[in-house]
Each structure stands twice: as C-alpha cells, then as structure tokens.
Nanobody, 114 residues
Framework: QVQLVESGGDLVQPGGSLRLSCVASGFPFNKFLMEWHRQAPGKEREVVASISSASGVVNYIPPVKGRFTVSRDNTKNTLYLEMKNLRPEDTAVYYC???????WGQGTRVTVSS
C-alpha cells in the first residue's frame, strides 16, 4: 500500500521557520523525483520545489527561492522541506507528491500569522 505521510505543519509568526517531513512507503522512493506542492486558501495548488531521485537536481519557484530548501534521505524514505523567513503568503496546506506515478500525501497545514 502506497503512503505519503506529511508532518511538521504548524502556526508560526512571520520570519519564523518550520521543517516539513514526508515519509514514503509502498513504492521505491529512491527511484523517483519528488515534489512539494502547496494550496493556499482560495487558490489552486502549485508546485513549490522538486528534487531528483539522487538529490542532484533541485528546483524552486521564485517566491521561495533562497528561503526554502528541499532535501531527501533515501535511507529513511523521507522528503524534507526546510522553510525559513516565512511570510503570511506562505500560508497553505503543503503536500508531497511523486509525479510519476502520481502519488499524493494528505497534506500538512502551515499558517504564518502574528
């Protein structure tokens, strides 16, 4: 059974930091490119960052570049998203995604507010 389980979401003040985790099971995690997506209230889901199977290639959307870091530990089947200098516009539900074969986690909520 395929599972992607995110954790680490929380309420944080602007300028704060969080680390999201996504534990994968039921498929060969180390063979697949992985992504973090987010969906803000009233907006469409968007990709935030991606990382290749061996961590050699990472990509970010411009609004998070320099503040977010995507990484993975293939020995632990875990994907991470380190988020620093958080802004209110980062408020969203964050999802991990394996685009091919199109597996999604249930999401973890991040709220940035004073």
């Amino acid at each position: 059974q395929v599972q992607l389980v995110e954790s680490g979401g929380d309420l944080v003040q602007p300028g704060g930091s969080l680390r999201l985790s996504c534990v994968a099971s039921g498929f060969p995690f180390n063979k697949f490119l992985m992504e973090w997506h987010r969906q803000a209230p009233g907006k469409e889901r968007e990709v935030v960052a991606s990382i290749s199977s061996a961590s050699g290639v990472v990509n970010y959307i411009p609004p998070v570049k320099g503040r977010f870091t995507v990484s993975r530990d293939n020995t632990k089947n875990t994907l991470y998203l380190e988020m620093k200098n958080l802004r209110p516009e980062d408020t969203a539900v964050y999802y991990c995604h394996a685009p091919s074969p199109n597996f999604w986690g249930q999401g973890t909520r991040v709220t940035v507010s004073s």
